[in-house]
């Protein structure tokens, strides 16, 4: 065997030994590619989740029918679900309610503070895997023969204190949209409520509680816009987050 022979028989082996690490080293750098553009995804997915919709839509809204009253919501939003508007005495015990004719076929739910009641309530409630957002509302109720009343919204978000819409104390009277800057809205209340894009239940409560035992509530619309948000899975943030960790190790390795 001749020096050449040699030589070369040295040469192959070489690239026969190294072979395997060169492969290994492609494989690599083609699962950190692949890597790389699914934490891209990930990353315009969260982006996306994160601004939410660019339109509100309308969340939830009673209108208590037109012609026959009934106390379940006109339209709910997809992945949201709501409870029958329920009329409630002091108590918090449900109440005995009528629905009146507030004039062509516009129908309206009355409670008798005669009867005991004077408030009313809904929960609005996410499917799992959905949070939802409230950035506007709108309510027209009015109130009779109160001899003085105490007129507020409240609302309490998931299993947090209640928040606090709308207060005011005055004589009877009737509103055909009151909501945020009207007077008795408590603005920086709803201002840092309106950040909120992690709502999974919201009970809301419209009190109109008259001094008169002949006063009576009556409760014609309420409209309330947002957003509804998906909650990305934990297993999608721990691969994104893992993502991330690997992207800079390589970054390191490259430098």
Known sequence: MNAQTRDDQGQSTVRDTLAPSREGRLDFRDRLRSLRARVVALLGLALALGSGPV?????????FGSGTGTDTA???????????VVGRNS?????????????????????????GGYWFDFTLTADPGWTFQVTNAHFTFKTQDT?????????RPNADPKVVWYDVSGSSTSFTDLG?????????DWNAFVLRSD????????SLKGNSVNSRAIFDRVLLEGNVLAVPEPGTWALLLAGLGLLGFAARRRA
Do not use: C
């Open 55 to 63: 339109a509100a839509l309308d969340l939830v809204e009673f209108t």
């Open 74 to 84: 006109q339209s709910v939003a997809a992945h949201l679900h709501v409870t029958p």
């Open 91 to 115: 108590a918090g015990n449900p109440a005995p309610h009528s629905f009146v004719d507030l004039g062509g076929g516009n129908m309206a739910m009355q409670l008798l503070k005669s009867q």
């Open 147 to 155: 001899a003085g009343e105490n007129r507020d919204i409240t609302v």
């Open 180 to 188: 945020p800057g009207d007077y008795g809205w408590q603005t920086a």
């Open 199 to 206: 709502l999974q239940s919201l009970r809301v409560v419209l």
